[in-house]
């Protein structure tokens, strides 16, 4: 499978962005999609994941009321809307997609449940 992320950029603190993960190469409906965050200097840390049938969706405890994870199963497609930006909102962001019957759950906060990746989009949010 590919991912292709997008969407990321150079915002001011309160604004918005929506980064969009396309996939390709498999059936998008079958996985569990999610997206991580590197910032300078520190390790990937868990963002948001999203169900296969987008019923479920699981959030850090850093992002939750400010971020939405959503995807579009016709459009091979997953977002993170991304509300009230913070500077140490700035990091790397990357969406990860995982092909597999295990129920999702708790375990998608951990990056090696995932078996692909995308390049990751530069998200930069100025004070």
């Known amino acids: 499978v590919q991912l292709q992320a997008s969407g990321g950029g150079m915002v001011q603190a309160g604004g918005s962005l929506r980064l969009s993960c396309v996939s390709s190469g498999r059936s998008f409906s079958e996985d569990v999609m999610g997206w991580f965050r590197q910032a300078p200097g520190k390790e990937r840390e868990f963002v948001a994941s999203i169900s296969r049938s987008a019923d479920m969706s699981d959030y850090a405890e850093s992002v939750k009321g400010r971020f939405t994870i959503s995807r579009d199963n016709a459009k091979n497609t997953v977002y993170l809307q991304m509300n009230g930006l913070k500077p140490e909102d700035t990091a790397v962001y990357y969406c990860?997609?995982?092909?597999?019957?295990?129920?999702?759950?708790?375990?998608?906060?951990?990056?090696?449940?995932?078996?692909?990746w995308g390049q990751g989009t530069l998200v930069t949010v100025s004070s």
């Open positions: 990860a997609a995982e092909h597999s019957d295990a129920a999702y759950g708790l375990g998608y906060r951990l990056d090696e449940w995932y078996d692909s």
